[in-house]
């Protein structure tokens, strides 16, 4: 487990801040662009969480509005789950799908993001519960 940790820690690392870089710079998501990556293991399994950067080329900055989830039994073959979680499901929230966490207690997964609340100037926390880790079956809170 401590090889698996510290081999998920190097790979997290060589990962964060690739929004910018090349596509295909990223040894895991080579379909989209991604920041803010996070790792959970359960069940024999490796679940990446990251925010999908969406930004056009004309624009200079983030624009985050939903985040991704691939999974790897194996840690070279990594799978891509549909979307399960966007800002416009915080109904607080009006945008920055910017850094997750996903653990796992007692059966419920919960995903703790950071986005711009709609009311309040600056960062805010979200957090939403599933039942699993693809982040079905979503409560927002």
């Not at 703790?112 to 880790?133: L, M, Q, R």
């Amino acid at each position: 487990m401590k090889n698996l940790f510290i081999n998920l820690s190097v790979l997290l690392l060589s990962i964060v801040g690739t929004a910018q870089s090349v596509k295909f710079n990223n040894p895991i998501i080579t379909d989209k662009y991604t920041g803010d990556p996070a790792a959970l293991v359960y069940k024999d399994k490796v679940y990446l969480y990251a925010g999908h950067d969406e930004a056009p080329n004309d624009f200079n900055f983030y624009k985050m509005n939903e985040w991704l989830v691939y999974s790897s039994s194996d840690m070279k073959k990594w799978q891509s789950h549909p979307v399960p979680l966007k800002v416009t499901d915080f109904k607080w929230a009006k945008s920055d799908a910017w850094a997750s966490q996903v653990i796992e207690r007692n059966g419920k997964f919960y995903w703790y993001v950071t986005v711009e609340h709609g009311t309040v100037p600056g960062k805010s926390i979200g957090v939403a519960v599933a039942d699993n880790p693809l982040g079905q079956l979503l409560k927002m809170h």
